[in-house]
């Protein structure tokens, strides 16, 4: 079983709204990751969790929050966000954050709409 | 620097081979992989190859890499309506924290004309 499970598949939020992405995966695996997708471009990068702990945050804005309660889960928690900040957000994990075994495996994604 | 680059656009016919190429720039990258996505989902691995490796094949597909040239290219062999998607090269450049998360290429839109 390669899954990644991402709740909600869509969201629709205000500008002044707190609200929160989910994922979680029971791979076992140690790594876990935030994408952003805008319309027509490639996936880019915002978060990893390396065994629960922060690892890279790509120079993300703090109305972005992400959070590791434990090694299945991530959220990523929104709070004042911009009309801009709507897209698709990733979710994926990987068995281990480097080298070997690091095949990536992404969920659905959750589709946000911030009016 | 990381910067992976494909043609953004492939039109082939229903039987016929599809080849995407993609070119890297960064020689650290231990494994470099393909994902498929489809209009509204999510990003589906369809394969990889571990960078010591010159050619792997899965199928109908047929993964070819040229590491002194960082070219990769991905061949789908009798390409199908269900194979029409956009698909993302994408490397995995080592980096000081030791992680080494995906940098995609731009992606290139598969249109398969029956």
Not at chain 1, 50 to 62: A, F, Q
Not at chain 1, 87 to 103: F, K, V
Not at chain 2, 91 to 103: A, D, H, Q
Request: glycine share 6%; hydrophobic share 30%; aromatic share 10%.
């Amino acid at each position: 079983d390669t899954e990644v499970t991402q709740t909600p598949k869509h969201l629709v939020m205000g500008m002044t709204n707190k609200k929160s992405l989910k994922c979680e995966q029971h791979m076992g695996h140690r790594a876990m990751y935030w994408y952003k997708q805008k319309a027509k471009k490639p996936p880019e990068l915002m978060f990893v969790y390396s065994y629960e702990k922060l690892s890279i945050n790509e120079s993300v804005p703090s109305r972005f929050s992400p959070e590791c309660p434990n090694s299945s889960l991530l959220n990523l928690h929104l709070h004042a966000l911009q009309p801009e900040d709507s897209a698709l957000y990733l979710c994926a994990s990987s068995q281990t954050p480097e080298g070997a075994g690091n095949t990536i495996y992404f969920g659905e994604g959750s589709w946000l709409t911030v009016v | 620097g990381e910067d992976v680059e494909q043609s953004l656009f492939l039109s082939v016919r229903e039987g016929d081979s599809s080849v995407i190429n993609c070119t890297y720039t960064d020689s650290s990258s231990t494994y470099l992989y393909w994902y498929k996505q489809e209009p509204g989902a999510g990003l589906q691995l369809l394969t990889y190859i571990f960078s010591n490796m010159d050619m792997k094949q899965d199928q109908r597909l047929t993964v070819l890499l040229n590491k002194k040239d960082k070219h990769l290219s991905l061949r789908i062999a009798d390409t199908q309506t269900g194979d029409s998607a956009i698909y993302f090269c994408a490397e995995s450049p080592f980096r000081n924290s030791g992680n080494t998360p995906l940098v995609f290429g731009k992606g290139t839109r598969l249109s398969v004309i029956a």
